[in-house]
């Protein structure tokens, strides 16, 4: 059972360009989120999902988008990287209506220069 | 919308020391609560969740929370802290789904031999 699967797990940018950050979940899980780590910041919620088709956004949505167009993934696209957004993205899903526990990806640590 | 504030950065304890780590949210209905930890180079683990019934409640690795409405606390506790729990303490907040879920900026625990 892989459980959430982030890729890639490293990378580089340059300001301006466009990239795609995947997450994938074998789990059937319908809930799914993103979020950004950055230092005395906690984890700040980016966007999330509640089931295929349906997206919201979260505490610092801008600068990212996201689609959900199967149950299982759940890709974040940054359209133009700024430095800004140098972070350490995490991915994490949950079981609708049964309370449980996030389930964490292992994290991109992005650096936009 | 919620919010949560944990208002200790940096907690330093002796070990076998009892430790209280302060969290407060913000939601106008009943939340969902959680603490999370995030050893160093590490994902988070769930350390407890409250969503109704007892108010005191139990977790992993020794740890309890104590849910007080009134004073919209949510406190982590631990009776004698251990070298290994260093690390860092997340409290969250859910919606009343628990799909969107808003973390603390987080508090360092360090641990003094």
């Known amino acids: 059972n892989a459980g959430v699967t982030q890729t890639p797990k490293f990378q580089v940018l340059k300001t301006g360009q466009s990239m795609t950050l995947q997450c994938a979940q074998d789990?059937?899980?319908?809930?799914m989120s993103w979020y950004r780590q950055d230092p005395g910041m906690g984890l700040r919620l980016i966007h999330y999902?509640?089931?295929?088709?349906?997206?919201d956004q979260g505490e610092v949505p801008n600068g990212y988008n996201v689609s959900r167009s199967t149950t299982e993934d759940f890709p974040l696209r940054l359209l133009s990287a700024a430095p800004s957004q140098t972070s350490v993205y995490f991915c994490?899903?949950?079981?609708?209506?049964?309370?449980?526990?996030?389930?964490f990806g292992s994290g991109t640590q992005l650096s936009v220069l | 919308a919620q919010s949560v504030t944990q208002p200790d950065i940096h907690i330093t304890v002796s070990e076998g020391a009892s430790l209280e780590l302060r969290c407060n949210y913000s939601?106008?209905?009943?939340?969902?609560l959680f603490w999370y930890v995030q050893s160093p180079g590490q994902g988070l683990q769930l350390l407890l969740k409250?969503?109704?019934?007892?108010?005191l409640v139990q977790g992993i690795k020794g740890f309890e929370a104590e849910f007080k409405r009134s004073q919209s606390s949510f406190n982590l506790r631990k009776p004698s802290v251990h070298w290994s729990d260093a690390a860092e303490y997340f409290c969250?907040?859910?919606?009343?789904?628990?799909?969107?879920?808003?973390f603390g900026s987080g508090t360092r625990l360090s641990i003094r031999p």
């Open positions: 409250y969503f109704s019934g007892d108010t």
């Open positions: 994490a899903s949950s079981n609708r209506g049964q309370h449980e526990k996030l389930f």
């Open positions: 939601y106008g209905a009943t939340p969902y």
């Open positions: 999902s509640v089931g295929a088709g349906i997206t």
């Open positions: 969250a907040v859910g919606d009343s789904s628990a799909s969107k879920i808003i």
């Open positions: 789990m059937n899980h319908e809930y």
